[in-house]
């Protein structure tokens, strides 16, 4: 049983692109969670997602930052128009039902030039 | 306002030491979550856990639901477990939102 996926693991991009990074959870698991942690800092809440649902996006910074987890495929979260303050570590994890044990992916790492 | 507090901050112990990592939160939860950081950055989930004590190798983790505080502890501590330990509490309606405290980065000497 493949854990959470998460591509790409390093991703740069100039000011001004977008940035889009995707997780696919473990077999089973319809509930995906992102996380960020900037560069010294600690992890904090983004999106909580459900398969075609957001269920809590309270994390989720106001403009260019929106979430997906669609019927088929992978969950995605986009970042329009990068600035150089989204360079981070995005961190998704899943779980197969809510109040329930979080399993993390690996991460990507966002750069912005 | 949601809190989840850690300390110490940074420990160094010797081989073989005995390790207590504290963390206490600040309003009723229904679990509380053990994390791993490696220090190449990957997350590993050691524990979740609402009541008692749970154990899994050299890991131990406690909970006191009603003095909101919890433990994890590792004992016969090796070099290996240097790492950043992060406990996280779920706040929010949907009791899923993940608070984090700050992380306790150990560092074990051989």
């Known amino acids: 049983n493949a854990g959470v996926m998460q591509n790409p693991r390093h991703l740069v991009r100039r000011r001004g692109q977008e940035a889009r990074l995707r997780c696919s959870p473990m077999k089973g698991h319809s509930h995906v969670y992102w996380y960020r942690q900037l560069p010294e800092e600690g992890l904090k809440f983004m999106v909580y997602l459900q398969k075609e649902n957001i269920i809590d996006e309270s994390g989720m910074p106001k403009e260019r930052f929106s979430a997906e987890f669609p019927k088929e495929g992978p969950s995605i979260l986009r970042i329009q128009q990068v600035v150089r303050g989204d360079s981070a570590a995005y961190f998704c994890a899943s779980s197969p039902a809510s109040h329930n044990e979080q399993f993390f992916g690996p991460g990507t790492r966002l750069t912005v030039l | 306002k949601n809190e989840v507090e850690q300390s110490p901050q940074n420990l160094t112990a010797q081989e073989g030491e005995f390790i207590t990592i504290n963390c206490s939160y600040s309003v009723g939860i229904s679990a509380l979550h053990w994390l791993q950081q490696h220090p190449g950055g990957g997350i590993v989930s050691l524990f979740m856990l609402s009541s008692g004590k749970k154990k899994h190798g050299r890991l131990i983790a406690t909970i006191n639901i009603q003095e909101k505080h919890s433990s994890l502890h590792i004992t016969a501590s090796h070099p290996r477990d240097s790492a950043v330990y992060i406990c996280?509490?779920?706040?929010?309606?949907?009791?899923?939102?993940?608070?984090f405290g700050e992380g306790t980065q150990l560092t074990v000497n051989p």
């Open positions: 996280a509490a779920p706040f929010g309606t949907s009791g899923s939102r993940l608070t």
